[in-house]
């Protein structure tokens, strides 16, 4: 449904605006359609981000608790393993001869995947120790093995765990693979994570979909019933939650009173239909055979015409049916409409349409709109210096809407009282209600349009007059 205050503001500059009754160019009637809906988010959403939120938060809580508990422990005893290992193999080779420790070497490269090589003044080397955990193993051998300890991750652009130590004097590397002494566990943290998190996002979109679950049936059952659906809006009673059983208990309650009520006044008022226009008739027939003075008689029948009309209006704005839209030929409605006022004398009317315009709307529905608006006009929007009714009808498409634009050059409302004119029983000044009515009209048009998806505002024309703005659903072909 298009906001009211919105379409007010827009259909006062988007229609012509003019004191003679020439067209306007087409180009007036332009708008700039509606502003842009404000993001918000859905309480499913809502629901899942915070859910979100909550899990990613616990699961950071966790790891940096395994940082604490596990990984520092880790880099400490992969640190005391290094240098065990370092000084395992410095022991064997001091205490090995020569050839011993050619096999030694050779056995230890093949099989423990450690290598042993001599260390040059020429070497290159990166230092080892590009993140917490690491520069903690570091110095914890360089604590173990003493200051003169070297530990790299690449010498001689050749990547791995490196290890400078002396032997009798002499230096060496040791070449291990650090991949044997990873503090993290490898890549293993980082799957259980990224799995952890995943299950975590999928918990929680599934937990909100089902908390949102009543809510999304309540709110579907609720526009149900706003929209006169009665019996789609009936919500499950034997739902296994307290708080929301009950709410489905009282909300289907509140529907059925609600059809009750709106039976009983369908009844009512098709009795009131019967029950009164039957007298009028009789009394008008007995009217037209008994009184013999023309004048009077013909004072009377307007009486009791008026009478009927205003009963009937009663009916159509009380009507609850909602209206069977299909696309119409809107120059031919306003043809049809207009048809009846070409020979009236104070009555003259301007036609701006764009061509081909086709709207979603009921035909009869939409010719009874145009009529009561064409009736106010004539009434009440006639220039005070001529005594007649110039009304400007215009249409243009813009976007997936039709804009229609019925305006007179009367003297026009107080912009205090534009918004109570669609109020049902409101009436304005009486410069503008001298004729006798119910005080429906308007009212009638405003909910009639609504009923046909549209829209529907008054605005005070700059240059004088009433105008009544509609805002109906396009339909691009038949």
Same mark, same amino acid.
């Given at each position: 449904?298009?906001?009211?205050?919105?379409?007010?503001?827009?259909? $006062?500059?988007?229609?012509?605006?003019?004191q %003679?009754?020439e067209?306007?160019?087409?180009?007036?009637?332009?708008t700039?359609?509606?502003?842009?809906?404000r993001?918000?988010?859905?309480?499913?959403w809502?629901?899942?981000?915070?859910?979100?939120?909550?899990?990613?938060?616990?699961?950071?809580?966790w790891?940096?608790?395994?940082r604490s508990l596990?990984?520092?422990?880790?880099?400490? @005893?992969?640190?005391?393993?290094?240098? $065990?290992?370092?000084?395992?193999?410095?022991?064997a080779?001091i205490?090995?001869?020569? +050839?011993?420790?050619?096999?030694?070497?050779k056995t230890?490269?093949? =099989?423990? #995947?450690?290598?042993?090589?001599?260390?040059?003044?020429?070497?290159?080397?990166?230092p080892?120790g590009?993140?917490?955990? %690491?520069? =903690? !193993?570091? &110095?914890a051998?360089?604590?173990?093995l003493?200051?003169?300890?070297?530990?790299?991750?690449?010498?001689?652009?050749?990547? #791995?765990l490196w290890?400078?130590?002396?032997i009798? #004097?002499d230096?060496?590397?040791?070449?291990?693979?650090p991949?044997?002494?990873?503090?993290?566990g490898?890549?293993?943290?980082? !799957?259980?994570?990224?799995?952890? *998190?995943?299950?975590?996002?999928?918990?929680? *979109?599934? !937990?909100?979909r089902? !908390?949102?679950?009543?809510?999304?049936?309540?709110?579907?059952a609720? $526009?149900?019933?706003?929209?006169?659906d009665?019996?789609? %809006?009936?919500?499950n009673?034997n739902?296994?939650t307290?708080?929301?059983?009950?709410v489905?208990?009282?909300?289907?309650?509140m529907? @059925?009173r609600?059809?009750?009520? =709106? @039976?009983?006044r369908?009844?009512?008022?098709?009795?009131? %239909?019967?029950?009164l226009?039957?007298?009028?008739a009789?009394?008008?027939?007995?009217?037209?055979? $008994?009184?013999?003075?023309?004048?009077?008689?013909?004072?009377?029948?307007?009486d009791i015409?008026?009478?009927?009309?205003?009963?009937?209006?009663f009916?159509?704005?009380?009507?609850?049916e909602?209206?069977?839209?299909?696309?119409?030929?809107?120059?031919?409605?306003v @043809?049809s409409?207009?048809?009846?006022?070409?020979?009236?004398?104070?009555? &003259?009317?301007?036609?701006?349409?764009?061509d081909?315009?086709?709207?979603?709307?009921?035909e009869?529905?939409?010719?009874?709109?145009?009529s009561?608006?064409?009736e106010?006009?004539?009434?009440? #929007?006639?220039?005070?210096d001529?005594?007649?009714?110039?009304?400007?009808?215009?249409?243009?498409?813009?976007?997936?809407?039709?804009l +229609?634009?019925?305006?007179?050059?009367?003297?026009?409302?107080?912009?205090e009282?534009?918004t109570?004119?669609?109020?049902p029983?409101y009436?304005?000044e009486?410069?503008?209600?001298?004729?006798?009515?119910?005080?429906?009209?308007?009212?009638?048009?405003?909910?009639?349009?609504?009923?046909?998806?549209?829209?529907?505002?008054?605005?005070?024309?700059?240059?004088?007059?009433?105008?009544?703005?509609?805002?109906?659903?396009?339909v691009?072909?038949?």
């Open positions: 449904m298009i906001n009211f205050d919105q379409l007010s503001t827009t259909t $006062s500059t988007q229609f012509i605006d003019t %003679s009754s067209p306007a160019p087409l180009a007036d009637l332009t700039d359609g509606p502003a842009p809906a993001f918000g988010l859905s309480l499913f809502r629901t899942f981000f915070l859910l979100a939120l909550l899990l990613l938060g616990s699961i950071m809580a790891l940096q608790t395994l596990e990984f520092e422990p880790r880099a400490i @005893q992969t640190a005391q393993q290094l240098a $065990s290992q370092v000084n395992l193999s410095r022991a080779l205490h090995a001869d020569a +050839i011993a420790r050619t096999s030694l070497l230890m490269s093949d =099989e423990e #995947g450690v290598h042993i090589v001599p260390r040059e003044p020429t070497d290159v080397f990166v080892f590009t993140d917490s955990t %690491s520069r =903690e !193993i570091a &110095q051998l360089t604590t173990r003493g200051a003169g300890t070297v530990i790299a991750s690449s010498v001689n652009q050749k990547a #791995g290890i400078g130590f002396v009798t #004097g230096d060496y590397w040791l070449l291990t693979d991949e044997r002494f990873n503090p993290a490898g890549r293993t943290w980082i !799957i259980w994570l990224v799995v952890a *998190a995943v299950l975590s996002l999928t918990g929680a *979109a599934l !937990i909100a089902l !908390i949102n679950r009543p809510l999304k049936l309540l709110s579907f609720a $526009s149900r019933v706003q929209e006169g009665f019996n789609a %809006s009936r919500l009673e739902v296994h307290g708080e929301i059983r009950e489905n208990i009282g909300f289907n309650r529907a @059925q609600l059809a009750k009520v =709106e @039976q009983d369908a009844v009512m008022l098709a009795g009131i %239909s019967h029950d226009r039957t007298p009028l009789r009394l008008r027939l007995e009217t037209e055979l $008994s009184v013999a003075d023309l004048d009077a008689r013909a004072h009377m029948a307007a015409a008026q009478l009927d009309a205003i009963i009937g209006k009916l159509d704005y009380a009507r609850p909602k209206d069977k839209l299909t696309p119409v030929v809107l120059a031919d409605v @043809q409409c207009t048809y009846s006022y070409k020979d009236q004398y104070d009555v &003259q009317i301007n036609l701006q349409l764009e081909n315009l086709l709207v979603l709307a009921d009869v529905e939409l010719g009874r709109i145009l009561n608006l064409l106010n006009a004539r009434r009440y #929007g006639k220039s005070p001529t005594g007649i009714a110039h009304i400007h009808i215009a249409a243009i498409s813009r976007d997936k809407w039709v +229609i634009k019925v305006r007179d050059h009367g003297i026009g409302v107080a912009t009282q534009l109570n004119l669609t109020q029983f009436r304005g009486t410069a503008r209600t001298a004729a006798n009515g119910a005080g429906l009209g308007l009212a009638i048009v405003d909910k009639t349009v609504q009923r046909m998806g549209g829209a529907f505002s008054l605005t005070n024309a700059s240059a004088g007059g009433l105008s009544a703005n509609i805002r109906l659903p396009r691009t072909s038949l």
